[in-house]
Nanobody
């Protein structure tokens, strides 16, 4: 079993920066993919960034060049560095994890919807104004 706990959300002005953290209880094959998702009111949950065990990263087009994802294995923490924040970045941000093969398919971490991620944190709110 994997437990994920996010922190670091808050309120920030347009153009500002925030760094989100996600404490990962342990690394197993179930954390092959680590990702950040976000969900704004009335919208579907979308993948913002993902990272696999080999260090490959994936970003949504809307955040490319502004966000960075990284993982510190020693600290067992996944990060999302968010720069040049925009109003549309306002959302609840979730940390998630899954195996490479899950729900009947084997897919790269940049593919598949939130539905194939098995482990989730409770979320941390980011508000840009």
């Amino acid at each position: 079993h994997v437990q994920l706990v996010e922190s670091g959300g808050g309120s920030v002005q347009v153009g500002g920066s925030l760094r989100l953290s996600c404490a990962v209880s342990r690394y197993t094959y179930r954390t092959y993919c680590l990702a950040w998702f976000r969900q704004a009111p009335g919208k579907e949950r979308e993948r913002v960034a993902a990272l696999d065990v080999d260090g490959r990263t994936y970003f949504a087009d809307s955040v490319k060049g502004r966000f960075a994802i990284s993982n510190d294995y020693a600290k067992k923490t996944l990060y999302l560095q968010m720069n040049s924040l925009k109003l549309e970045d306002t959302a609840m941000y979730y940390c998630a994890a899954r195996s490479f093969c899950t729900h009947g398919a084997c897919t790269d971490c940049g593919e598949g919807s939130h539905a194939i991620f098995d482990y989730w944190g409770q979320g941390t709110q980011v508000t840009v104004s």
